[in-house]
């Protein structure tokens, strides 16, 4: 499918695929955060409902769906399991990225499985030397969602040939010739296993040394021609968070008729007008974000194929993207609220919906302070703030 033949029909199956992978990717949640690895049975669930193959040219037998329907996807598998969902985005956004940069002769090495994934890191850069036939890499690059299962790896090097200053490069490699060090424990997205990659003097061929673009000032810039691509991979990502956000709504709201409040004489939530204005609340701020969400996806997609992309619309997007955020963290919390000190019973998935909200709400596509910094440096001076160039 491509934005142009999105049919309907085509959308519709897509995400009843989805729908019917959400009970077992709740039913594995569990096991995923423990883990800190997705279990077999999530991997195959996401497979079967061609979640890995969204960003999968057609040519290569994959879905190539409009950044509509993929973040309605990644949104609707994001309420059985966040973790799983961050990663199904994680790719989807990655492939477009670095895709364009990747000869014929790669790509079809690349996509021999349609439902080939990619993990990678940038910071901080691996060093390479130019040796015969390509590169030979060593470095460490942390926080790779999802390398102990995705077959390819992208990373950032600083390549030299001993003469003249280093280059920036990026280098497709098999995550089989990589080491994994098991370093991601955190309280959140546990299961999404962006532990750390290391190379120590592995030699990658010239064609998957892939050169990175430069802005018009020279200066290294992955995104130069594509600027709309960075809000893109935002809200592939945000529609995890916004899983997650309905994921706790859907636990909440099938309690609301069997919880009763404590001490009192209400029989449940349902039957107490503060507890269903509550409930109404958290729902409008949930429902709006999933809305919005659709929205800015739509918009952006539109823009994909601009050359270029005011100051003002960039900044402008990055603070519609931070108030759908806020919205699901305010409608989590205010569940929470609800369901009462039991929520963070570690058994109970509202916790784990509630952690994984607050630790993906921290990835650096959502900072807040810094997109409000932006915009309203934009808005005063008329000129974008150094952030924001």
Known sequence: MTTTDVRPTDVETLMAAARSAVPVLAANAGRAERDRRLPAESTAALRDAGAFALATPTRFGGLDADLPTTVRVISELGRGCPSSAWLVAVSAEAQPAFAPL?????????????????CGAGNPPGRGRRVAGGVRVSGRWPYASGCEDAPWAITLVLVSDGDGPPEFALLLTPTSELEIERTWDTAGMRGTGSHTLVADDVFVPQAHVLPLPTSPNGAPDLFAGRPARPLGGGVTLLAALVGAARGALDVVGSTLHERKPPMTQYDSLAASPGARHWFAEATHLIESAQHDLLVLAAEIDRLMAEPTLADRDTTALRMRLSSVVQRCQEGVNLLLDLNGASSFAVDNALQ??????????????????????????????????????
């Open 102 to 118: 990747m000869s014929e002769e790669v790509l079809a090495e690349f996509y021999a499985d349609p439902d080939t994934r990619l």
């Open 352 to 389: 784990r919906f509630w952690r994984d909200l607050h630790v993906g709400s921290r990835h650096v596509q959502f900072n807040p302070y810094l997109a409000l910094e932006n915009h309203a440096g934009l808005l005063a001076t008329g000129r974008p703030t150094q952030e924001a160039r």
